[in-house]
C-alpha cells in the first residue's frame, strides 16, 4: 500500500514556472514507477510525465517535452514535477501516481495508488 500527497500547486502567470513534490508512504516506495497526470475540467486524466523505479528511464507527454522534468529522491520518498515555460493550458488538477515498475510507463492503466491531486492554474 502507497499513499500519496501532492503539493506545490498554485496560480502562476504564463510563462512562469512551479515544482510539484508527491510524497510517498511506505517501504517499497523506491520499487514502483511514478507518474504525473493532469486533468483539466471537463476532460479525462492524461499522462504527463513519468519515471521509473530507478529513476533511469523518463517518459513525458508531448505537450510538455521540453518544458517540465521529472525527477525522484528514494531516500525521501518523493517524486518532483519541476514545470517550466508555463502556459494556460496546463491548467489542470496534477495527479501523482505510483505504478507497477513493468508496466509501461506511459499507460494510465498502469497506476494502482493515486493521491489528492493539486491545482496548477496558469494564466494568460
Known amino acids: 500500500q502507497v499513499q500519496l500527497v501532492e503539493s506545490g500547486g498554485g496560480l502562476v502567470q504564463a510563462g512562469g514556472s512551479l515544482r510539484l513534490s508527491c510524497a510517498a508512504s511506505?517501504?517499497?516506495?523506491?520499487?514502483?514507477?511514478m507518474g504525473w497526470f493532469r486533468q483539466a475540467p471537463g476532460k479525462e486524466r492524461k499522462f504527463v510525465a513519468a519515471?521509473?523505479?530507478?529513476?533511469?528511464?523518463?517518459l513525458f507527454a508531448d505537450s510538455v517535452k521540453g518544458r517540465f522534468a521529472i525527477s525522484r529522491d528514494n531516500a525521501k520518498n518523493t517524486v518532483y514535477l519541476q514545470m517550466i515555460s508555463l502556459k494556460p493550458e496546463d491548467t489542470a488538477v496534477y495527479y501523482c501516481a505510483a505504478g507497477r515498475p513493468n508496466y509501461g510507463l506511459g499507460l494510465i492503466g498502469g497506476y494502482d495508488y493515486w493521491g489528492q491531486g493539486t491545482q496548477v492554474t496558469v494564466s494568460s
Open positions: 519515471i521509473s523505479w530507478s529513476g533511469g528511464n523518463t
Open positions: 511506505g517501504r517499497t516506495f523506491s520499487s514502483y514507477a
